[in-house]
């Protein structure tokens, strides 16, 4: 599953070739497969004093299985010989900006020993949440040291910070396991707000979606089907959709999965009505997925093909949320998952249809939060970057080529780790998650 720059820098002439001219090292990616532990080697905690979450997350990894260190914030030395496979720090007890040096007391000295494909993850207190401004500050900081360290520690390790809302402590098992496993390795550099919910914790972490009904649109192929297995995997009962052109290849996909093809132009005027029908006793997870590309420039872009992008990667999805919540297809506690693009965040030439439609999906996602918190339920989206599939395969070599390496990962990720982010946003565990966007673009460098 390498790209062929990949396999070339894997050969030994490749690689000196590589390094004398300065070219990226693509680094080999941790996956999940089922039955790894959480994370294969140690994890270093530590925190800035009067922190709330060390003392939640240290049992909580404990638990799970995992080998914890906690370290005081002036550690200079590496415990017991083994690489940490990831830094853990608890940023919450700082309320002031001097005290960010707390930072570089406790990374400082170690970030260089984190093994290959190893993590960075620290917690705060959402900006909006703090005592005062200064507090505020100092929180708001933490954002430019996770997102450097992204650029700068490579070898695959990923950073990211995770804000917790005071009081939904308890609620942020499962993104810790996420960003610790092998199912993020193509998402770093971003910012994660879990809030407060009610978050029934899952019977099995191995099969949290058990005795779910899922679906997900645009699944014959490509990122669709790796979202089908991977909530297969989890425990879901997954219904395929697709277009009917579609339907021996979505067929296949159901069948490989134990589920069900149904197919579905998810831009027909009935469709609504159609899968309302078909689901009568309700869904669990609804992930909205298909879309198109009609690339133009604006000044040659018929309204054809306007109008087909906007229609299925944004009114669509309106359309059969409305009845997923107004007809109460959606049952109390489900998620809805929406498909953005990096595209939708920064823009991009030759895509003023298709970053209009991924723009709006944000924007569906946001608004609806509030209401779907009502319920018990989420909304949030996915914003893939670079992703080896037949849409980025259809890319000019030269551009496809910057895609896959202006990263930090220096390379395309796959559909895998987008389904694995659909599935994090889709277990029970990650009730405290909504309106959130998380790239899953290897930190792309283009964008936000
Ligand atoms: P893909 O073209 O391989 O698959 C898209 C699927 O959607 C196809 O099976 C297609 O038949 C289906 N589809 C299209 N119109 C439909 C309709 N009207 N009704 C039902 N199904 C329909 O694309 P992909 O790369 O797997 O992309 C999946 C999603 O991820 C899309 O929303 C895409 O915009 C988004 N995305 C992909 C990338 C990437 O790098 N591949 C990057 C950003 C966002």
């Not at 925190?47 to 995992?66: D, E, S, Y």
């Not at 853990?88 to 900006?97: E, K, L, Y």
């Not at 099969?207 to 909530?231: D, M, N, Q, S, W």
């Amino acid at each position: 599953m390498r790209d062929r720059y990949q396999q070339l820098v894997t050969t030994a002439p490749g690689r000196f070739l590589a390094r004398r001219v300065g070219l990226p090292e693509p680094p080999h990616l941790r996956r999940h497969t089922p039955g790894d532990p959480l994370i294969p080697g140690p994890v270093i905690l530590g925190g800035a004093p009067a922190g709330r979450l060390v003392k939640v997350v240290g049992p909580m990894l404990a638990a799970a299985g995992v080998a914890v260190r906690e370290l005081g914030p002036r550690a200079e030395e590496r415990p017991g010989g083994a690489r940490p496979h990831a830094l853990v720090f608890d940023a919450t007890g700082i309320t002031r900006s001097e005290q960010l040096v707390a930072l570089h007391d406790f990374f400082a000295p170690q970030v260089r020993a984190v093994a290959p494909s190893g993590r960075i993850v620290v917690l705060g207190t959402p900006p909006e949440h703090c005592a005062d401004t200064r507090e505020a500050t100092a929180q708001r900081a933490l954002e430019g040291f996770t997102r450097s360290t992204g650029k700068e520690v490579r070898r695959g390790v990923t950073s990211q910070l995770v804000y917790v809302t005071p009081g939904a402590e308890e609620g942020v098992e499962s993104t810790v396991r996420f960003l610790l496993s092998g199912r993020s390795a193509y998402v770093s550099g971003q910012v994660i707000r879990v809030g407060s919910a009610e978050v029934p914790p899952p019977d099995d972490w191995e099969r949290p979606l058990a005795g779910k009904v899922a679906v997900v649109t645009g699944a014959a192929r490509g990122i669709g089907e790796a979202i089908v297995g991977v909530l297969a995997r989890d425990g879901a009962h997954v219904v395929c959709v697709d277009v009917p052109s579609a339907a021996s290849e979505l067929a296949e996909v159901a069948a490989a999965h134990g589920g069900e093809a149904y197919p579905l132009d998810v831009t027909a005027a009935d469709a609504p009505a159609a899968l309302a029908g078909h689901l009568r006793s309700g869904v669990d997870v609804f992930v909205h997925n298909a879309g198109v590309t009609r690339d133009r420039t604006l000044a040659k872009m018929d309204a054809a093909r306007w109008e087909i992008v906007l229609n299925v990667n944004l009114t669509s999805e309106e359309r059969i949320n409305d009845v997923l919540l107004g007809e109460n297809v959606l049952r109390p506690g489900g998620r809805i998952v929406a498909t953005s693009s990096m595209a939708g965040i920064a823009g991009n030439p030759g895509q003023t249809n298709y970053a209009t439609s991924k723009a709006g999906v944000i924007g569906m996602v946001r608004s609806l939060a509030p209401t779907l918190a009502s319920r018990g339920s989420t909304i949030n989206a996915v914003a893939p970057g670079f992703v080896e599939t037949r849409m980025t395969a259809a890319i000019p070599l030269v551009i496809r080529e910057a895609g896959r390496r202006m990263n930090s990962m220096t390379q395309g990720g796959r559909p895998i780790d987008v389904a694995e982010t659909v599935a994090w946003f889709a277990s029970p565990g990650s009730a405290g998650i909504n309106g959130e966007v998380v790239r899953v673009c290897g930190q792309s460098l283009l964008g936000a």
